[in-house]
């Protein structure tokens, strides 16, 4: 079935945004576990393969729409330090709900409503669960300190 050239232009750049998340969660979840943070390394390696299966999902949206994918994850910088990779896991959510956002009203506008949904559940995922721990670390870091926070992620 072919799809609107705007919404599969832009499940693209989604797949491609899911990709570099994808990889980003990856490399940080590798540091944890070199660091010994157990507790992180599990969770940040459990959104490496939501943020995989977020991918898997535009892309099999895309080819039933008759696109292209674009297998190139867009540029990414990993934090080195725990509060830093967490702000910049933050930072990458606050971007994918954007985008998700966006390119649901692109899905309505072109009466698109298979692929809002698919994002829509996307973004329920982002924001009440990605989001909201991520948040919610920083905040225990604020309140406990640095090294009260790691030492309850051994």
Request: charged share 30%.
């Amino acid at each position: 079935m072919q799809g609107h050239s705007e919404v599969v232009a832009c499940l693209v750049e989604l797949l491609r945004g899911e990709l570099a998340a994808r990889d980003q969660y990856f490399v940080h979840s590798r540091y944890y576990e070199d660091f010994g943070l157990t507790h992180l390394y599990t969770r940040i390696n459990h959104e490496m393969e939501e943020e995989t299966q977020h991918a898997d999902d535009i892309l099999r949206r895309i080819l039933f729409l008759e696109g292209t994918p674009d297998m190139r994850p867009h540029a990414f910088e990993y934090g080195k330090t725990v509060p830093e990779m967490l702000r910049k896991d933050l930072a990458v959510e606050y971007s994918v709900q954007k985008n998700l956002t966006d390119a649901m009203a692109l899905c309505e506008k072109h009466k698109d409503y298979v692929s809002r949904d698919m994002l829509l559940s996307q973004l329920r995922d982002t924001e009440e669960d990605h989001t909201y721990w991520l948040e919610k670390q920083l905040r225990l870091i604020e309140m406990l300190g640095l090294e009260n926070y790691l030492q309850a992620q051994i």
